[in-house]
């Protein structure tokens, strides 16, 4: 169902400690990767997206892109494109730089998580 009721969820210091450890854990396990595979590497390939869901987010995106055009002293910000990871990434960069807003981004990025398939 939809949200019924909206509140704002303190940080408290034993969240950041938290966060910090698994940072930390994180750190020390890319550190014996390093160190014991001797020059090998482990790639993870995640599946494509659900593209009807991803399609269905595509006009916003462009909507976006054009108000991204309309604000930005010269316009250079081209159609978003969402056809592999890296052009998905450039052009959130690109429209994140153009809006100067990182919430708008980071909305948008919340909303292209849900074609994303675990």
Avoid: C, W
């Avoid at 006009?59 to 309309?70: F, H, I, M, R, Y």
């Amino acid at each position: 169902g939809n949200p019924s009721t909206v509140f704002p969820y303190p940080l408290k210091d034993s969240n950041r400690l938290v966060e910090e450890y698994m940072l930390l854990a994180n750190y020390l396990v890319a550190e014996q990767l390093i160190l014991r595979t001797a020059g090998s590497a482990l790639l993870r390939h995640h599946p494509a997206p659900i593209r009807r869901s991803l399609d269905q987010l595509l006009p916003l995106a462009d909507q976006l892109t054009a108000v991204a055009n309309t604000l930005a002293p010269t316009p250079n910000v081209e159609r978003f494109d969402a056809s592999s990871a890296g052009a998905l990434h450039s052009s959130l960069k690109r429209l994140g730089a153009a809006l100067g807003d990182t919430s708008i981004v980071q909305s948008l990025i919340t909303l292209l998580t849900h074609p994303m398939k675990p």
